[in-house]
């Protein structure tokens, strides 16, 4: 789960390197590292951490040459050193990587034998010697990848560049993207769009299996058997411009503050605003008829699906399963043809979710993505991909993605209930309406965000945090103790709040915060006793609901935050809110990296 970027070039490329380096470091920020070819030789620069000590490292000792490779790391095989960031050199070549090979210890032991040393930990150096030994024995750089590239196993992505071979870069893609850009003179290669989108905006997408020979006069691509063949040039739509935080400390308050923006241009493309009811795009196959609907995906796009699974089972009156992508795709669970699988993701580029995806298309189900990146392998793969138009993401911790995929969603459940008559027009309107009030909603609730800061001070100081909800609060309660454990290392527990007696109600003691959200729906009540239990147990709650429930617990709770009026539909876009203010304001109590939370990345191309 790493970044790759290299340029074929004219002149000089470290600067443009490190440049689109910065673009890939949502990918990994445990070191990085750039090498040239100068004079026909390697040379490189590497740095532990992130691209800053890259560039200070550029600017101690700066690199000349045009053309080279850059890479971003996320540690898989071996820790966040210097010794183990890419590029891996050898005498002949040097090479950057991303994703996992697993045979690595097989053929690591194999070339020691044959009297090859490592100067790394990683996986990825095993490529790197594999390729010079045959280039040894005599082969070509291109026939030495090619024979390379038949006894590497696992999902990758290589960039390799050659001694004495100036303006050559060969790249290779199995499993992870890689992507070419086009340009005057030179050829680019990126791991994405964006990071290609200062050089270039004339994209060719490598396909699976392909691997290329790149020059500054273009690329020529071969698929697994070795064919040549053509894929086509698209004009990207990413931006040139690097997204700035603002006003902002940090990326993710400004994207938590975002959201009543985008979730309104989300829905300005998923609702008929003047009629007040959902539109879907043409599709070649009836949703409505899938006898089962199989939504997948990770992390918070895997509890933004299992908020859904609840509208379309309601609306829609279908069965609906929400899978984690990495359970998923090894399950061998029986797949009906004539369901839908839905696949949620926010890069788009999630490799267990991208193989769930893969599987899915192999036996036969219909697919459709809700994703944010346009340009990405799951928007490209799905038969049919709904836009989140959240805008570029940059903070590690998902927020606008979340409410945007919620707002999707909720939309495709609406339409496939109308579709289906489970729900008539004027239930159909009254739901869009609920959704088209909630951005002015959430202004409400952003312009009270220091009472967040305020709160939380008690969750800064504990060890542990409980979160309880029902319904479609119960995944927003596994949203809210995932966001306060990525970005303030807080460990914290997300809980059906009627499933507190079955065991976790043992954790409950006088030092122990407990989040819970009630919104006023049929399930308060219900909520509404789970809290008598903890508070009974002198657990300190901090109460989300609306003025009534807040009311109710003023005088026993720790603290309680009265939410706007809205229609319980409409509640989780609104809860999701207090659950990523609370992690926010407690990172920062905490001074950690927010942004780039430790251990991290903001894709997770390996699985
Ligand atoms: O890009 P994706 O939406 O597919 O990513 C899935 C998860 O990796 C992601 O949501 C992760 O859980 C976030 N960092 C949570 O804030």
């Known amino acids: 789960m790493c970044g790759i970027i290299g340029i074929a070039g004219q002149s000089a490329v470290a600067d443009r390197l490190l440049e689109s380096l910065r673009r890939l470091e949502y990918r990994g920020y445990d070191s990085a590292g750039i090498a040239t070819l100068v004079d026909g030789r390697i040379e490189r620069r590497r740095a532990e951490g992130k691209i800053d000590r890259l560039a200070a490292r550029l600017a101690e000792e700066p690199l000349a040459g045009t053309t080279g490779i850059g890479h971003t790391r996320w540690a898989t095989h071996g820790a966040p050193s210097e ?70 196993e696992g999902a990758f992505a290589l960039a390799i560049v050659f001694v004495g071979k100036p303006g050559l870069i060969i790249v290779a893609r199995r499993g992870s993207p890689l992507a070419l850009g086009f340009g005057q003179g030179e050829t680019y290669i990126g791991s994405d769009a964006m990071a290609l989108a200062p050089l270039s905006r004339r994209i060719a997408y490598l396909e699976e299996g392909d691997w290329a020979e790149v020059t500054p006069d273009g690329a020529t691509i071969y698929d697994e058997a070795g064919r040549v063949v053509a894929r086509p040039v698209r004009m990207a739509e990413s931006t040139g411009a690097l997204v700035g935080k603002g006003n902002y400390r940090h990326f993710m308050l400004k994207e938590i503050h975002e959201q009543p923006v985008v979730l309104g241009d989300t829905l300005k493309g998923c609702l008929a605003l003047d009629m007040r009811l959902p ?194 609060c119960y995944p927003l309660a596994l949203e809210g103790a995932l966001k306060l454990k990525e970005v303030s290392y807080i460990h914290a527990e997300g809980y059906a709040a009627g499933e507190l007696k079955h065991g976790p109600i043992a954790l409950i003691d006088d030092v122990m915060p407990v989040v819970v959200l009630a919104p006023p729906d049929h399930l308060y009540e219900k909520t509404a006793s789970n809290v008598e239990e903890v508070i009974a147990r002198g657990a300190k709650v901090i109460f989300i609901s609306d003025a009534r429930g807040a009311a109710q617990f003023k005088d026993r709770a720790l603290a309680t935050v009265e939410m706007p009026d809205v229609d319980p539909f409409a509640a989780p876009f609104l809860y999701a809110l207090p659950v990523q203010l609370l992690a926010y304001y407690t990172a920062v109590l905490r001074g950690t990296d927010v942004d780039q939370p430790r251990n991290l990345a903001k894709s997770v191309t390996v699985e």
């Open 83 to 152: 010794a183990n960031a890419h590029p891996h050199a050898t005498d002949r070549l040097a090479l950057v990587h991303n994703g996992i090979i697993e045979n690595h210890a097989a053929l690591r032991k194999e070339l020691i034998a044959r009297g090859h040393r490592f100067s790394s930990e990683t996986d990825t150096e095993v490529a790197a010697v594999l390729i010079t030994d045959l280039l040894a024995g005599g082969a070509s750089p291109k026939d030495a990848v090619a024979a390379a590239l038949k006894r590497l």
């Open 279 to 472: 539109r879907l795009p043409p599709l070649a196959f009836k949703p409505e008829e899938a006898t089962r609907w199989t939504l997948i995906g990770c992390g918070t796009a895997h509890y933004a699906s299992r908020v859904a699974k609840y509208w379309l089972e309601e609306l829609a009156q279908v069965p609906v399963e929400s899978e984690l992508a990495s359970e998923f795709r090894y399950r061998r669970a029986p797949l009906d043809p004539k369901g839908i699988a839905l696949f949620v993701s926010q890069s788009g580029e999630t490799a267990d979710t991208l193989a769930a995806l893969r599987h899915c298309k192999a036996n036969g189900l219909h697919t459709i993505g809700v994703v944010n990146v346009p340009e990405s392998s799951i928007a490209r793969e799905v038969e049919v991909s709904l836009p989140t138009n959240a805008g570029p993401e940059i903070g590690v911790a998902s927020t606008k993605a979340f409410t945007t995929q919620l707002a999707v969603m909720a939309t495709l459940a609406i339409a496939i209930g109308l579709a289906r008559r489970t729900i008539d027009e004027k239930r159909a309107r009254a739901l869009a309406e609920a959704l088209i009030e909630v951005p002015a909603r959430m202004t409400e609730v952003l312009a009270r965000a220091a009472q967040f800061r305020t709160l939380a001070q008690t969750l800064a100081a504990a060890r542990d945090v409980i979160y309880l909800g029902r319904g479609t």
